[in-house]
């Protein structure tokens, strides 16, 4: 302890007079961040409660404290000397009444509100930014915010006259779970309090969970084959540029939307197709392997890498095909059958 004590007076007083209930926000946005990055903690069950308590409750307490830096409660000294706060008044007699912006129980109702409103607005702030909406996204932006709405509270409420600063009321609170929970007047009123404070938690847990958890719908990997257009733009043009010796410039495009991060097999091959029937359902007379790309992407992002094509093949029905296989691995003859996923052009390889 008296370590301890020695540590804490090493610190910066500015940083000694947090109060304490906002040194406990930031602690909980940084166990959240331990549990979303930390390669051990994230795999335990610590990640449930801290979520839960991250999404549904601190970024709105937060903002209500920023908000509101007085005291919540209306204070009156009784004739033994303490008010109703279970704290010592220097005057028993004198009657003082603080503002009352907002109640106890107004603030806890509020904050969980009020993170209703953040969570989504932030997913949404995502949306439309170039960062993709990842459980690491949302993780990072939130306790940005968090902190930032604790930093303005703490300031804040040292801009308040001692008296009227608000202080976690833990006696209170600890005098009102005692008579909710053996006062018999008062249980019923508690069920009511209880049904309903579980019925707001359930609605926000819900907004939450469908912003921050990840989509376990379709997943797909999207494969494009461009060429360069001019001034910066890009085409799905089937007739690719070329330089007059046969060489095609074109940019292969990956975006991984398989919910994970995929290490990724590209082999550009050349056909040469059998002239008579439908092209596309031909058969593969001859095969040459052109290049290979090893590119390792996390879900959301997208690989693009432009190059040159040269094919070798000649004849009336020469295609160049990119074989993706995700995972990495490729079978000894790479086809449009086993590939995971493929794109392909037609060529002009005529001896003409």
Request: hydrophobic share 45%; aromatic share 6%; net charge negative.
């Amino acid at each position: 302890m008296a370590v301890f004590s020695s540590l804490w007076r090493l610190l910066p007083r500015s940083v000694r007079e947090v109060p304490a209930d906002l040194v406990a926000v930031v602690g909980v946005v940084v166990a959240t961040n331990l549990a979303v990055f930390a390669p051990v903690v994230r795999d335990t069950r610590l990640r449930v409660p801290l979520g839960l308590a991250f999404v549904l409750f601190v970024p709105g307490y937060a903002f209500v404290a920023a908000l509101f830096p007085e005291r919540g409660t209306r204070s009156v000294a009784g004739a033994d000397g303490t008010n109703d706060g279970g704290e010592f008044e220097t005057d028993p007699f004198r009657r003082r009444v603080l503002a009352d912006p907002i109640t106890d129980a107004g603030r806890v109702v509020l904050s969980v509100a009020s993170s209703v409103a953040i969570v989504p607005l932030l997913g949404l702030a995502i949306h439309f930014s170039p960062v993709a909406i990842r459980l690491q996204s949302i993780a990072v932006v939130l306790s940005a915010v968090t902190v930032a709405l604790a930093v303005v509270a703490t300031v804040r409420r040292r801009s308040v006259p001692l008296e009227s600063r608000f202080r976690t009321p833990y006696r209170r609170w600890v005098a009102s779970a005692r008579t909710a929970l053996f006062d018999a007047d008062s249980r019923a009123e508690t069920a009511l309090t209880v049904l309903a404070a579980t019925t707001l938690v359930l609605a926000v847990g819900g907004v939450g969970y469908a912003v921050t958890a990840p989509q376990h719908g379709e997943t797909f990997t999207e494969v494009s084959v461009l060429t360069d257009a001019g001034d910066g733009e890009r085409t799905a043009d089937v007739s690719p540029s070329s330089d007059g010796n046969g060489s095609e410039s074109v940019i292969v495009t990956l975006e991984n939307n398989e919910r994970r991060t995929v290490s990724y097999a590209v082999v550009a091959v050349e056909q040469r197709i059998a002239s008579d029937g439908d092209p596309d359902n031909a058969t593969v007379l001859e095969q040459n392997e052109l290049r290979r790309f090893e590119p390792r992407l996390a879900h959301g992002e997208t690989w693009s890498h432009a190059h040159d094509v040269e094919p070798t093949l000649t004849g009336d029905a020469v295609r160049v095909a990119w074989l993706v296989y995700a995972g990495g691995d490729v079978p000894a003859t790479p086809s449009l059958e086993n590939a995971d996923y493929s794109a392909h052009r037609w060529v002009n390889a005529s001896t003409e």
